[in-house]
């Protein structure tokens, strides 16, 4: 007689998902590095620890969060989202992801092109969420005004140096200088004759080649210690107030906290001149 035997369905078991973590700090002070190796176990052991998550990698970096050039465990982790070896990824904030909205954004698209979830433990947001480009938007924007802040706090700071006579930013060496013991300039005589002769052979009609040559068949090494003086450094001398005794600070400055870049001052911002500032090189140029 035929027998029915009943088959109980079996339940399929959810691969595991991929989870890996990320973590910045801006600078390598001691207290900042202990901070993020404290984050390094806190993300490690957090997704150890959880059943249904195989732990990814812990991707850390320090420096600015302001561009991703230079930030390898952050384009490291890319990669890997970009291969498949990621399905989501834990950062303490967006402040820690990018503080550039445009960068974040770009990025976050990407990660959701690939089936990669980030989650910002601080906002309790997952960029899977509906409509996560605009609450991004919203962070990031709070994150690069952050740094916008503190880059404009710091520019304050440093103003504030140059309009002090007494502040060490007068007192950067150059060649020909050297500091004494109280970190003033003093002029350093072997590499100040160097600078006498490059400025005699310019006033008596030499090119920047003829002058370069001529340091090099009499051996003197250039300032970084190569045998050939190129004519930028050589430009750079001949147009340095310093040899005068006198000191400019601003010559140049940083358009953005975003992308860093030096422009020069051409009346953009003010300018703070030192006259006498330290003992002049070149005394009368008529008499070099």
Known sequence: MPTVKKILPQS?????????????????????????????RYYEDRIRA?????????????????????????????????????????????????????????????????????????????????DPEFIMTLICARAQDESESKSADIKWGIRKSFANPDSKYYQRKC???KHDEKGQLVIDEKEAEVVRLIFRMSKEGASLSQIAQTLQEQGIPSPRGKTVWSRETLRKILHNEKYFGIVILQKTFVSSCLDHKQVKNIGQRDQYKNIGNHKPVIVNLNDN
């Open 175 to 177: 060649y020909g200088y």
């Open 50 to 130: 959880n059943p249904n998550w195989q732990f990814a990698g812990v991707y850390s970096d320090v420096g600015s969060g302001t561009t991703v050039k230079g930030r390898k465990q952050f384009n490291a982790l890319i990669s890997a989202s970009r291969r498949g070896k990621i399905d989501m990824v834990l950062i303490k904030s967006a402040s820690r992801f990018a503080r550039n909205t445009v960068d974040a954004l770009n990025i976050i698209r990407m990660l959701r092109q690939w089936k990669v979830d980030i989650y910002f433990e601080a906002d309790d947001i997952h960029t899977f969420n509906e």
């Open 12 to 40: 399929k078991k959810l691969p595991l998902k991929k989870v890996a973590a990320y973590c910045r700090v801006s600078t390598k002070v001691q207290e900042q590095l202990d901070s993020l190796a404290a984050q390094e």
